[in-house]
């Protein structure tokens, strides 16, 4: 459930807000050990009623057309470009998750979100224990992203 | 033409804000990154008007609002926010927020919160204006607007 409504905003921001073609989503069957991360990564933690962690990790190419996007035509200086795409990265993920959470259990009422962080030049995170992991990927004309919730199944499911 | 600070941690949204506030003929007066630096800047340049993100690091909005209201009761501070986070408004607005915005934001929605704050600056007019503000009822928000 709280994957489908990450995968469902997921697909109404890149479509609807971001006006990006999206040619295919796959579904993750099996939680796997480890989650594989692209190129660019963003979490954001939920606590209080939902004890979980939402990673969204972008390929380059589609990140890029995401700031290009966001600076609305405005050119990004070379200083601030990584910064610029942090900021976009976990803008990207807050909106995601904030409009997914209404949809959530008991409409997402007291479950918490932390400030989004972001990690470069990971490979994977491995989960914890009996953590599960839940993890679609998204493909779009610009590339893809992953969005993926980790934590106890019996809250991710 | 109103003094405005804008504090979001997050930069393409400082930049976003900043942009539409040019637009609409005001003034920033400072882009902060935290509630820390925006007490700092609302004693320093004393703005007419603050935006106000919630989840901050360092120091979240809520907290930055009742320092903010402790050093000037008559602040006026409106809460940039996403939704889901309406436990956290409800907090800021009790704290003495004036009303929130949901993100995107956008010119007309600026406009709209701007113009609910600051009444010369409301849209006035021809009954197409009140239509455009009918329409847009949901952009701005105040805890007698959820009532």
């Not at chain 1, 209080?48 to 290009?68: C, P, Q, T, Y």
């Not at chain 2, 941690?9 to 804000?17: A, C, F, N």
């Not at chain 2, 979240?60 to 436990?87: C, F, L, P, R, Y």
């Given at each position: 459930?709280?994957?489908?409504?990450?995968?469902?905003?997921?697909?109404?921001f890149?479509?609807?807000?971001?006006?990006?073609?999206?040619?295919?989503?796959?579904?993750?069957?099996?939680?796997?050990?480890?989650?594989?991360?692209?190129?660019?990564?963003?979490?954001?933690?939920?606590?209080?009623?939902?004890?979980?962690?939402?990673?969204?990790?972008?390929?380059?190419?589609?990140?890029?057309?995401?700031?290009?996007?966001?600076?609305?035509?405005?050119?990004?200086?070379?200083?601030?470009?990584?910064?610029?795409?942090?900021?976009?990265?976990?803008?990207?993920?807050?909106?995601?998750?904030?409009?997914?959470?209404?949809?959530?259990?008991?409409?997402?009422?007291?479950?918490?979100?932390?400030?989004?962080?972001?990690?470069?030049?990971?490979?994977?995170?491995?989960?914890?224990?009996?953590?599960?992991?839940?993890?679609?990927?998204?493909?779009?004309?610009?590339?893809?992203?992953s969005?993926?919730?980790m934590?106890?199944?019996?809250?991710?499911? | 033409?109103?003094?405005?600070?804008?504090?979001?941690?997050?930069l393409?949204?400082?930049?976003?804000?900043?942009?539409?506030?040019?637009?609409?003929?005001?003034?920033?007066?400072?882009?902060?990154?935290?509630?820390?630096?925006?007490?700092?800047?609302?004693?320093?340049?004393?703005?007419?008007?603050?935006?106000?993100?919630?989840?901050?690091?360092?120091?979240?909005?809520?907290?930055?609002?009742?320092?903010?209201?402790?050093?000037?009761?008559?602040?006026?501070?409106?809460?940039?926010?996403?939704?889901?986070?309406?436990?956290?408004?409800?907090?800021?607005?009790?704290?003495?927020?004036?009303?929130?915005?949901?993100?995107?934001?956008?010119?007309?929605?600026?406009?709209?919160?701007?113009?609910?704050v600051?009444i010369?600056?409301?849209?006035?007019?021809?009954?197409?204006?009140?239509?455009?503000?009918?329409?847009?009822?949901?952009?701005?928000?105040?805890?007698?607007?959820?009532?």
């Amino acid at each position: 459930m709280i994957l489908d409504a990450l995968i469902l905003q997921s697909k109404l921001f890149l479509s609807e807000d971001m006006d990006i073609n999206i040619e295919n989503v796959d579904i993750e069957d099996q939680s796997p050990d480890k989650l594989i991360l692209k190129d660019y990564t963003s979490m954001v933690g939920t606590g209080g009623k939902l004890n979980s962690m939402v990673i969204i990790s972008f390929e380059n190419h589609l990140l890029d057309k995401l700031v290009e996007l966001f600076m609305d035509g405005e050119e990004v200086e070379e200083e601030e470009l990584e910064e610029i795409k942090d900021s976009v990265s976990g803008e990207t993920i807050n909106t995601i998750i904030g409009l997914a959470l209404p949809t959530f259990p008991n409409r997402g009422k007291g479950v918490t979100i932390t400030p989004p962080i972001t990690i470069n030049n990971a490979s994977n995170i491995k989960k914890y224990k009996n953590a599960k992991i839940i993890s679609a990927n998204i493909t779009t004309e610009f590339g893809a992203l992953s969005i993926s919730a980790m934590g106890p199944e019996d809250m991710i499911k | 033409m109103l003094k405005i600070l804008v504090v979001d941690d997050s930069l393409i949204i400082r930049k976003k804000l900043i942009k539409i506030i040019e637009k609409l003929g005001h003034e920033v007066v400072f882009g902060a990154k935290d509630g820390q630096e925006a007490i700092s800047a609302y004693k320093s340049k004393k703005p007419d008007l603050v935006t106000m993100d919630i989840t901050m690091p360092d120091m979240d909005g809520i907290t930055a609002v009742k320092h903010i209201m402790k050093a000037d009761k008559n602040a006026k501070i409106i809460m940039v926010t996403s939704h889901g986070q309406e436990d956290m408004v409800i907090k800021s607005i009790q704290s003495g927020a004036v009303g929130y915005m949901l993100k995107p934001v956008t010119e007309d929605k600026l406009a709209t919160a701007i113009g609910e704050v600051f009444i010369e600056y409301a849209s006035s007019g021809d009954e197409d204006d009140l239509d455009i503000l009918e329409d847009e009822e949901e952009s701005f928000h105040t805890l007698d607007s959820e009532a």
